[in-house]
């Protein structure tokens, strides 16, 4: 029991953790209106991913590049997924 909590409580802290420092999701209207300055594109590619997973991974990698916030500019699920993104300082 000791054992399903622990595992539990890590889960509920990394799921708060991601949060606090992910990447956000903006729309054109964002980037606009919070004069965001662009800095590159990302992507991601694998196979059969909820969009919650996609934006997920998305938001991880424009963390590794250092941007604030990314647009997704393309996105396709076909038994496998793709999804490419504008990153934002």
Do not use: C, W
Not at 7 to 32: C, I, K, N, P, R
Not at 38 to 66: F, N, W, Y
Request: glycine fraction near 6%; charge should be neutral; proline fraction near 2%.
């Amino acid at each position: 029991m000791k054992t399903t909590f622990t595992f539990a409580a890590l889960g509920l802290a990394s799921v708060l953790s991601f949060g606090a420092a992910a990447a956000d999701l903006v729309t054109q209207q964002d980037v606009a209106s919070q004069n965001l300055q662009p800095i590159g594109t990302i992507s991601v590619s694998g196979i059969d991913a909820s969009p919650t997973a996609i934006r997920q991974h998305l938001s991880r990698k424009a963390d590794k590049e250092g941007a604030s916030a990314y647009r997704v500019v393309e996105a396709y699920t076909n038994g496998n997924y793709h999804a490419t993104a504008e990153i934002y300082k």
